[in-house]
C-alpha cells in the first residue's frame, strides 16, 4: 500500500500540478480585476456578474464541464473559432483541463481578494487620489500592497481547489492517461479497476498532502505578508 508511486501515477501528480499553476497564473489578474470592481465599483449589472463569478460553486462541476465542452469544444462557438484561426484546441487537451480548474477555482480566488478589498479604508485610496495620483498608480501603490495577503490567499486556495477539481474536467477533458488524466481523474481509474484500491489510497493520501500544504501555507504566507504590510 505504501510503495513508491509508479511512474503512471508520477504523471498524473505532475500534470495535476501543471494545470493548477496554469489555471492559478492565468486567472489571477482577472480576479483581482473582478474582485475589485465587485468590492469597490456600483454599475449595471454588479449583482448579475456577482451571479456569474460564484455560480460554479453552485451549479453541479458536471454542468460547468458541459458548458465548456459546448462553448470551447472544436464544435463550440468559441473553440471552432480558435480552432480554424489559431489551431489552439481546448478539449480533450491538458490545456482544457487547466481552463476547467481556471473556472471552478475562480469563485475562491475572487472571494478571498473581495474581502480584502473591502477591509481597505475607502478614505486612503482617496487621500491618494485628492493628492492628484491616477487612479491605477493609487491601485498599484496603495490598494495592491494593502490587498497582498488576501491576494495570496486566494491564489494558494485557488490552487488547492484545481488540484481536486474533478466532475468540470473529466466532461470537458475526459480522462486519457498522460494527457489529462489528473490526480482526481486517476484515483477515480484505479478505483475502477480490480485491485486497485492501493494505488487509489496512495494517491488520496497525496492529495491529502497537496491540500494541507496549501492551506497551511496560505495562512502562513498571509500573516508574514500582514506583519511586514503593518511594520512599514
Known amino acids: 500500500m505504501f510503495e513508491a508511486l509508479s511512474a503512471e501515477e508520477w504523471r498524473a501528480v505532475t500534470l495535476s500540478l501543471r494545470v493548477s499553476a496554469v489555471a492559478t497564473v492565468l486567472s489571477l489578474p482577472f480576479g483581482i480585476f473582478v474582485a475589485y470592481a465587485l468590492a469597490r465599483w456600483q454599475f449595471r449589472g454588479r449583482q448579475l456578474l ?66 480584502a478589498v473591502e477591509a481597505v479604508d475607502p478614505k486612503l485610496e482617496e487621500a491618494a487620489s485628492t493628492l492628484g495620483a491616477p487612479r491605477l498608480w493609487v491601485f498599484a501603490t496603495v490598494t495592491l500592497p494593502l490587498v497582498l495577503p488576501g491576494i495570496i490567499a486566494g491564489a494558494i486556495l485557488a490552487f488547492a481547489k484545481a488540484m481536486g477539481e474533478f466532475g468540470a474536467t473529466i466532461t470537458f477533458v475526459s480522462n486519457i492517461p498522460g494527457q489529462t488524466q489528473t490526480l482526481p481523474s486517476a484515483i477515480y481509474a484505479w478505483m475502477q479497476v480490480p485491485g486497485g484500491d492501493d494505488r487509489a489510497f496512495r494517491l488520496v493520501l497525496v492529495a491529502i498532502a497537496i491540500a494541507m500544504t496549501a492551506l497551511l501555507l496560505s495562512e502562513w504566507v498571509s500573516r508574514v505578508v500582514a506583519r511586514r504590510i503593518s511594520g512599514q
Open 50 to 115: 456577482n451571479g456569474l463569478v460564484h455560480l460554479p460553486l453552485i451549479l453541479p462541476p458536471v454542468v460547468t464541464g458541459y458548458l465548456l465542452l459546448i462553448t470551447f469544444g472544436r464544435k463550440g462557438y468559441v473553440g471552432q473559432f480558435l480552432d480554424q484561426w489559431f489551431g489552439f484546441v481546448l478539449a480533450f487537451r491538458w490545456t482544457g483541463a487547466a481552463l476547467a480548474a481556471a473556472v471552478m477555482a475562480f469563485p475562491l480566488m475572487v472571494r478571498a481578494i473581495r474581502l
